[in-house]
């Protein structure tokens, strides 16, 4: 069995397990121990070779597991700590379940530990940059799974849900939010399944969202699945938070139009939006912070 089939643990089992281990690799005065990651190459199992890796955005609660990676490159994590013992980060992303296949709901902890894997390890396109800021630990997945793998992932902010941890809007409509597939899963129609099964999830709103900028390729799953299902023409957004009238734009109006840009400026654009997004939630946690003092003005002079 793999860490997904073993019987759960909660966040507090999590953490409690890693700062224990942590402990104890940091008091060892003894001969290092050796992770095998490959058939030619292993790495040795010490205190400077072990970090904590966050798995969600907000950290209240903080739940961390330990990542493992060679010496001097400590954003190649080759293994995991769970339930005791180190696995490779493959095996992490298995299952023996035969009942684990198609897109299902992410339930447990261990499943948002494969979400945080497949977003923040295992595709990373260099070792500065990641794909996806963290997911916050509210925020709704689901997991594909496909011959005892997880190879994607897809994530909604529901309707009302905040548009983030220090902001007081919600959004106004739901928002497909981050869609991804492993290289060597892709261009099998898994990004199309992804976008009808949120589109089918959700039959009774009128309108959807797709989280702005919308990356050269989910603009080709966008086109494919409009040709297919002509009916969504008028349905799919493509939206900045909340989700207003006016930060709604047609997504297949958009194609027919020819609006939508190259890789190049789409990575431009997601550097852009993730820096206006730094700088609303600043802005936001400092309006939130003057709030708390002129309460508390208040309440001393109640």
Same mark, same amino acid.
């Given at each position: 069995?793999?860490?997904?089939?073993?019987?759960?643990?909660?966040?507090?089992?999590? &953490?409690? #397990?890693?700062?224990?281990?942590?402990?104890?690799?940091?008091?060892?005065?003894?001969?290092?121990?050796?992770?095998?990651?490959?058939?030619?190459?292993?790495?040795?199992?010490?205190? @400077?070779?072990?970090? &904590?890796?966050?798995?969600?955005?907000?950290?209240?609660?903080? =739940?961390?597991?330990?990542?493992?990676?060679? #010496?001097?490159?400590?954003?190649? $994590?080759?293994?995991? +700590?769970?339930?005791?013992?180190?696995?490779?980060?493959?095996?992490?992303?298995?299952?023996s379940?035969?009942? &684990?296949?198609?897109?299902?709901? /992410?339930?447990? !902890?261990?499943?948002?530990? !494969?979400?945080?894997?497949?977003?923040?390890?295992?595709?990373?396109?260099?070792?500065?940059? $990641?794909?996806? *800021?963290?997911?916050?630990?509210?925020?709704?997945?689901?997991?594909?799974? &496909?011959?005892?793998?997880?190879?994607?992932?897809?994530? $909604?902010?529901?309707?009302?849900?905040?548009?983030?941890?220090?902001?007081? %809007?919600g959004?106004?409509?739901?928002?497909?939010?981050?869609?991804?597939?492993?290289? *060597?899963?892709?261009?099998?129609?898994?990004?199309?399944?992804?976008?009808?099964?949120?589109?089918?999830?959700?039959?009774?709103?009128?309108?959807?969202?797709?989280?702005?900028?919308? *990356?050269?390729?989910?603009?080709?799953?966008?086109? %494919?699945?409009?040709?297919?299902?002509?009916?969504?023409?008028?349905?799919? +957004?493509e $939206?900045? #938070?909340?989700?207003?009238?006016?930060?709604?734009?047609? !997504?297949?109006? @958009?194609?027919?139009?020819?609006?939508?840009?190259? =890789? %190049?400026? +789409? /990575? *431009?654009?997601?550097?852009a939006?993730?820096?206006?997004?730094?700088?609303r939630?600043?802005?936001?946690?400092?309006?939130?912070?003057?709030?708390?003092l002129?309460?508390? @003005?208040?309440?001393?002079?109640?």
């Amino acid at each position: 069995m793999y860490p997904v089939d073993l019987p759960a643990v909660d966040e507090t089992d999590l &953490r409690s #397990a890693s700062e224990q281990y942590l402990s104890s690799l940091e008091s060892r005065h003894r001969d290092n121990e050796w992770f095998q990651s490959s058939q030619t190459s292993k790495v040795a199992i010490t205190a @400077n070779n072990v970090r &904590r890796l966050q798995v969600f955005e907000d950290d209240q609660p903080e =739940c961390t597991v330990l990542g493992l990676h060679p #010496a001097g490159h400590p954003t190649q $994590v080759v293994a995991l +700590y769970l339930h005791g013992k180190w696995w490779c980060v493959d095996d992490v992303l298995r299952t023996s379940s035969k009942s &684990r296949s198609g897109l299902l709901s /992410v339930q447990t !902890i261990m499943e948002r530990v !494969i979400v945080f894997i497949l977003s923040q390890v295992v595709e990373r396109p260099s070792q500065e940059e $990641v794909l996806f *800021s963290l997911h916050p630990r509210t925020e709704s997945c689901k997991l594909l799974w &496909r011959d005892g793998q997880a190879v994607g992932f897809y994530t $909604v902010k529901h309707k009302g849900s905040l548009c983030g941890s220090w902001s007081g %809007r919600g959004y106004l409509l739901p928002v497909l939010d981050t869609v991804l597939v492993r290289r *060597s899963w892709r261009r099998r129609g898994f990004g199309l399944q992804m976008l009808d099964d949120f589109c089918s999830s959700f039959s009774r709103e009128e309108v959807l969202g797709v989280s702005t900028p919308l *990356s050269p390729s989910m603009v080709a799953v966008c086109r %494919r699945f409009l040709q297919l299902h002509k009916e969504h023409g008028e349905r799919l +957004y493509e $939206v900045e #938070a909340p989700g207003g009238w006016t930060q709604r734009r047609n !997504i297949w109006l @958009n194609i027919q139009l020819g609006r939508y840009s190259s =890789c %190049r400026d +789409y /990575v *431009s654009m997601r550097r852009a939006t993730q820096r206006q997004e730094e700088q609303r939630g600043m802005k936001e946690m400092t309006h939130l912070r003057r709030c708390r003092l002129d309460i508390l @003005n208040w309440a001393w002079l109640l």
